[in-house]
């Protein structure tokens, strides 16, 4: 019996003798079946082909973990750490000896959360080294493919963990349970969000997005952009952390997240004028 990992997705699957048929995450319009059709691998072949973790500091307080080579869709996970505990934010399929034995050393991993089924990833694998909980939207919970009693489904707009050092944030768009996360202390206490590809940071570092398929192109309409804006727009932070090491918004990100929304709205209702002076 194994558990498959989706080549193209990096989602783990339960345990099976055969690969699975298809995986739903990837031939959902979100997602893309890889171009040379379905393939699988394993933590064992990738530890073979000598994939590897690769943590980066952030800031005080923040670890950025990732994998090379890129595996995947090639996002990092984020390690929030607070005096009480350690948070996991998004995940990686990637997880080997030297990776936990370097969070073992931070103070290990208290609770995972993570933004959207994108990055479910290996999930059931990290929480279990690490004796963790899985917080994940219930509106997402047909895109788990490897069930566990360590997952908690919340409902609702927003859940405070660990003694409300962080709070995740339900914005929906990209997916119906999309969640971010609200760390109040990140930035040297000018507050930090973390939001996977839910709120996107582009190529120019001073505006983000929002879409409803990144790899397809397909865009959110304008009400569901409004409503993240409304939203989003009752916290402070001056960073903004997506999903990727170099997709980061540095300072002011929450005026931001406002305006980067209203260029969108603009551009969704044609208002081509507004879009070219949007400041
Ligand atoms: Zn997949
Ligand atoms: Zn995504």
């Given at each position: 019996m194994t558990y498959w990992i989706c080549v193209t997705c990096g989602t783990q699957f339960a345990e099976s003798t055969q690969p699975p048929d298809g995986c739903p995450i990837c031939l959902d319009q979100r997602q893309y079946v890889g171009h040379n059709g379905q393939?699988?691998?394993?933590?064992?072949a990738m530890a073979e082909q000598n994939f590897h973790s690769e943590v980066q500091e952030h800031e005080p307080g923040l670890l950025g973990i990732g994998t090379q080579p890129t595996f995947a869709i090639g996002q990092r996970a984020l390690l929030v750490r607070t005096p009480q505990g350690n948070i996991l934010w998004d995940c990686v399929s990637y997880i080997d000896q030297p990776t936990i034995k370097e969070i073992e050393r931070l103070g290990g991993i208290t609770?995972?959360?993570?933004?959207?089924?994108?990055?479910?990833?290996?999930?059931?694998?990290?929480a279990g080294h690490f004796d963790a909980r899985i917080y994940l939207h219930a509106a997402d919970q047909q895109?788990?493919?490897?069930?566990?009693p360590r997952i908690v489904f919340w409902s609702g707009e927003t859940l405070s963990l660990l003694d409300e050092q962080v709070t995740l944030i339900r914005l929906g768009g990209h997916f119906a349970g999309g969640t971010v996360l609200y760390w109040p202390s990140g930035a040297q206490g000018q507050g930090a969000l973390l939001t996977g590809d839910i709120i996107q940071v582009?190529?120019?570092?001073?505006?983000?997005?929002?879409?409803?398929?990144?790899p397809n192109l397909i865009p959110l309409p304008a009400s569901e952009v409004a409503r993240i804006r409304d939203a989003i727009a009752p916290y402070h932070y001056t960073h903004l952390y997506g999903g990727w090491f170099d997709r980061l918004v540095s300072a002011h990100a929450d005026e931001v997240?406002?305006?980067s929304a209203d260029r969108y709205i603009s551009a969704l209702a044609g208002d081509l004028k507004k879009v070219i002076s949007a400041r």
């Open positions: 393939q699988w691998t394993t933590l064992a609770a995972i959360a993570i933004s959207h089924p994108h990055f479910y990833s290996s999930m059931v694998q990290w895109w788990v493919m490897r069930p566990d582009v190529a120019d570092h001073n505006w983000v997005s929002f879409m409803y398929s990144y997240v406002q305006r």
